[in-house]
């Protein structure tokens, strides 16, 4: 066999995250590679520090403090590479959700062509699409020149022209843009990303020489049937760490000691999920961080990756974008408890005013759970919908069958509360079929998203299942009978001490089998009146099965869910799960 | 694990250095080490400027690189309406091509020329007032003074300058409609609560210069941002008081001019709004520096159970503590009177002094 190939043993990964900067350890442990401990500090992106270097190393500190590693020189740098047992690290990596999310204009050909694609590209990152130039706008050279001078775009991306297709048309569209990039100063410019037909790459950079810098990545709309993001992604997201390395103080050093390995967060989350479904080509994968900047979900299918990052659903200062509508009516569907509207209104309004606050009181819990699930149910409909862009058929409000489902983000993170972080993962994702759920505490997926590109070997074997909290295994039976009805047969038996569970599950229910962590066990699967758990109708199924935090849940409310309309029937139904699930 | 808070400052003395700029090149107006008043221009810009691209070659008829030698104007160069930009040689068949506005020629390329508009500038004014310690290149200056400070929660994006006059006779006051008289005419008011949109519309009809309000639902926030004078909240959305170190801070302050910078809350670049009273330093300040909590800071908590109310730091825990709700945070002891003390996670409290 042959010897692994490492480039770098131990690893520091520094996660900038909008509210909290981690700092990650993994080392080699009994000859394999491990998550070691985690440090953690407020993120100083802002006032008064407007230095993210200040948070990095409070982080780092406070890792030293628990490894009793020391990991910083006098001079306050990190040690690389290790210069002794029990001193520095081989390596470092740096993912980053913190800073603005960025202001992107958008310049294509045909609107639902070229300009699709490049709206879920801008999709993929957290950015702010504050415009669109394209062929049928009518406005004149004049006053797009003046619109982009007044916004001051951070990005432009410049999509068009399949493979030998249009290029004199995308070279009209461009003026306003040269001309504007002449006018603005130098620190001002903004990125540029061309992702349109590559017969025009080289005029594209001759025509922006001077001014800007340009990137130039593959065809995001290669053919009319055609979509390829994720290739003009990994481009993007190299535009978006030289924007930030600009943008937000001492994120260039943080970088220099990474080796220039510095992306986004959901670039790093993407590469690892991307990795991790090639493992079962059946199923895909779901990774979801609901953080205070945006909400993110990449999921992949046998290496196909949908990248999706929302800024606006971010829980912090956008509070989940819940302010520009009437926030109670938004968050109705998803209150577990009786609430005054003035009450639910004033906590979302003031939530961007202190977006690192923690919910105390037993109504705040259900209001930031409410507009956890609002958020990520928002995210999942829209990332559903750009999964499907190329489809005729309509996008499905469900998602399809995936394998495991890893979630993290302080809102599911910071709870002790297990139940309450499943039931809000379920609701707002609304997973098919037979999921495992996951609890990612220290966001190391995006962590080792990025550590594989220095050291893949590390990415590897580290990501295991003791990385990360095992919260259910969760099945969804489907059916269209009518509420109250059993739909599926359940029996579950302990392998060790042989005790068996059985019992109905009725449609509208929620049911909990537990089987401690640790412990295995067999669970048959018998569905009723064609109800189908992802095998299809009326399959029935037996699994050898592993313990977990909440055992075996079956979620038979349905798909999209079922809450009741009236207010006190659907609470009520809330307090019933949250019970189930031991709350 | 950190046991850095945020802090929102309530400090009875302080030196403030204040960035007063456009987010866009514009021009300076005042000097490094000139003393401005609130009413200064230290800056002015043309926000939304507006260009037309002349097509010299066409309006000539002639090919651009032979339009580009018969331009009679240069980038930089001021035009005013009718001003010739270019002419074909000749007498009698002789083509004048002018100005259609009066403008600036930003670019000269190809036959065509780029005039940007010419528009009254937007003022920027100083607001607070004080010595200009840097200039911002084209953007803007630093402000430096000393005074009081009492930073907020929520503004709706104005900002002025007056004399504080305080109608609220305490913290938790609804301020009404009727308490408003044109006797208060170009003051800043201090109130406790209000509830009811139409303190906003009294409040401009009487010219009202701000409001300061502890609080008001957030249904009134639209109209507040429609409101034609500054209107800051100390404590945020809701129906609560004003927290008892601002009031009573502003309650004494009745007749003393201050800055209201009203613009609302910016995570990503961390600034508050606020109101400054300047004040002479008897000696040398340093503007507060960001800190780790500590026993005995002063604070003010941001969310419930306790919103608003004030409390002093006992110990700040090692570990994260584990609530009621199940959520683990780092938190810190805090008391509230003698016989009042609770713990509360350390991102719900702001350090206020």
Redesign the interface.
């Known amino acids: 066999m042959a010897a692994i190939e490492t480039t770098s043993d131990s690893l520091l990964a520094l996660d900038i995250g909008a509210i909290t900067t981690r700092a990650l350890f993994f080392d080699v442990v009994n000859g394999r590679y491990r998550f070691v401990a985690a440090g953690s500090a407020p993120t100083t992106a802002s006032a008064p520090y407007h230095n993210v270097l200040e948070g990095a190393h409070m982080a780092i500190d406070d890792l030293q403090r628990i490894t009793g590693r020391r990991l910083l020189a006098d001079d306050s740098t990190v040690i690389i590479p290790a210069a002794s047992p029990g001193e520095g690290v081989d390596g470092m990596v740096t993912t980053l959700s913190a800073g603005a999310p960025v202001k992107a204009i958008i310049i294509g050909l045909l609107e639902d062509v070229s300009v699709a694609s490049a709206r879920r590209l801008v999709e993929s990152i957290p950015a702010r699409l504050v415009d669109t130039f394209t062929l049928s706008d009518r406005r004149g050279v004049e006053t797009r020149l003046d619109t982009l001078l007044r916004l001051r775009p951070h990005l432009v991306i410049v999509t068009g022209g399949t493979e030998q297709g249009a290029s004199a048309s995308i070279s009209r569209l461009l003026e306003p843009l040269r001309l504007a990039l002449r006018l603005m100063p130098q620190e001002e410019r903004p990125q540029i990303v061309f992702a349109g037909n590559s017969a025009l790459q080289e005029r594209i950079s001759a025509i922006f020489e001077d001014t800007a810098q340009v990137w130039l990545a593959p065809n995001v709309r290669p053919a009319l049937d055609e979509e390829q993001i994720v290739a003009a992604h990994t481009i993007l997201a190299r535009a978006l760490r030289e924007h930030y390395i600009h943008s937000l103080n001492g994120l260039g050093e943080l970088d220099t000691w990474s080796g220039g390995v510095t992306m986004p967060s959901v670039t790093a989350q993407g590469r690892m999920v991307r990795f991790l479904s090639l493992d079962d080509p059946s199923k895909g994968v779901l990774s979801m961080d609901l953080g205070a900047s945006s909400a993110t979900l990449t999921a992949a299918f046998q290496g196909h990756l949908y990248p999706a990052a929302y800024a606006d659903l971010g829980l912090g200062p956008q509070a989940a974008g819940l302010t520009r509508g009437d926030p109670y009516a938004l968050l109705l569907p998803w209150l577990t408890l009786p609430l005054e509207a003035d009450a639910v209104r004033d906590y979302v309004f003031n939530k961007p005013l202190q977006p690192a606050s923690i919910p105390l009181t037993a109504e705040e819990t259900a209001i930031e759970y409410a507009m956890a699930r609002y958020a990520l149910r928002q995210a999942t409909l829209r990332m559903l919908h750009g999964m499907y862009a190329q489809n005729e058929r309509r996008a499905p409000e469900s998602l399809p069958p995936v394998e495991p489902i890893i979630v993290t983000g302080s809102v599911f993170t910071q709870t002790a509360n297990l139940g309450r972080t499943l039931l809000t993962a379920l609701d707002g994702l609304q997973p098919t079929g037979i999921t495992t759920i996951l609890l990612d505490r220290y966001n190391l997926t995006t962590a080792l998203g990025a550590a594989a590109s220095l050291n893949p070997t590390l990415a590897v074997q580290a990501m295991d299942s003791t990385m990360f909290i095992r919260l259910a295994l969760v099945v969804t039976p489907l059916s269209t009978a009518r509420l109250g009805t059993p739909i599926l047969k359940v029996q579950l038996t302990d392998n060790e001490s042989g005790e068996t569970i059985k019992g109905d599950v009725k449609q509208g229910g929620l049911a909990v089998l537990p089987l401690a962590p640790g412990r295995r066990g067999t669970l048959r699967l018998q569905p009723l009146y064609r109800t189908d758990i992802g095998l299809g109708a009326g399959h029935k199924a037996a699994y050898e099965v592993s313990g977990s935090a909440l055992g075996i849940v079956i979620d038979a409310r349905g798909r999209p869910l079922h809450l009741h309309k009236d207010m006190a029937r659907r609470q009520e139904m809330y307090k019933k799960w949250l019970w189930h699930l031991g709350h | 694990?950190?046991g850095?808070a945020?802090?929102s400052y309530i400090l009875p003395l302080t030196l403030i250095r204040r960035e007063r700029a456009f987010?866009?090149?514009g021009r300076v107006m005042v000097r490094q080490g000139e003393t401005v008043n609130p009413q200064t221009v230290v800056a002015e810009a043309d926000?939304?400027?507006?260009?037309?691209?002349l097509n010299v070659a066409a309006a000539l008829g002639v090919p651009p690189q032979k339009a580009a030698s018969l331009l009679q104007c240069q980038e930089g160069e001021r035009l005013t309406e009718g001003d010739v930009i270019a002419e074909t040689p000749g007498k009698l068949f002789r083509k004048t091509f002018r100005a259609p506005v009066s403008g600036t020629v930003?670019?000269l390329q190809g036959g065509k020329v780029?005039l940007r508009k010419d528009k009254d500038p937007i003022p920027l004014r100083a607001i607070y007032p004080g010595t200009v310690v840097d200039i911002l290149?084209d953007r803007g200056v630093v402000i430096e003074n000393t005074g009081a400070l009492v930073q907020a929660?929520?503004g709706n994006g104005r900002s002025t300058y007056g004399v504080v006059r305080v109608v609220s006779e305490s913290a938790d006051a609804v301020l009404t409609s009727d308490r408003l008289d044109v006797s208060l005419r170009g003051a800043i008011l201090v109130g406790g609560r209000c509830l009811e949109e139409d303190v906003f519309v009294t409040a401009g009809e009487i010219s009202l210069r701000g409001l300061i309000l502890g609080s008001m639902?957030?249904?009134l926030?639209g109209a507040a941002r429609k409101a034609p004078l500054p209107i800051l909240l100390t404590d945020?959305?809701?129906?609560l008081p004003m927290n008892a170190a601002a009031f009573e801070f502003l309650s004494t302050s009745d007749g003393r001019e201050a800055s209201v910078n009203a613009h609302p809350?910016?995570?990503?670049?961390?600034?508050r709004p606020e109101v400054f009273l300047p004040l002479p330093s008897p000696g040398k300040l340093m503007p507060?520096?960001?800190r780790e909590l500590s026993p005995d800071d002063m604070v003010k908590v941001?969310?419930?159970?306790y919103q608003g109310q004030i409390g002093y730091v006992v110990r700040v825990l090692s570990e994260p503590h584990?609530?009621?709700?199940?959520?683990?945070?780092a938190a810190a002891v805090i008391r509230f009177s003698e016989d009042k003390q609770t713990i509360?996670?350390i991102?719900?409290l702001q350090i206020i002094r």
Not at chain 2, 47 to 53: K, M, Q, R, Y
Not at chain 2, 236 to 239: A, Y
Not at chain 2, 322 to 329: D, E, L, P, T
């Open positions: 694990m950190s850095l945020t802090a987010p866009i090149q926000l939304a400027p507006e260009h037309i691209l930003v670019m780029l290149d929660a929520w639902p957030s249904r926030a945020g959305f809701g129906n809350y910016n995570f990503y670049r961390g600034t507060p520096m960001p941001v969310t419930a159970p584990k609530f009621s709700n199940g959520i683990r945070a509360i996670p991102a719900n």
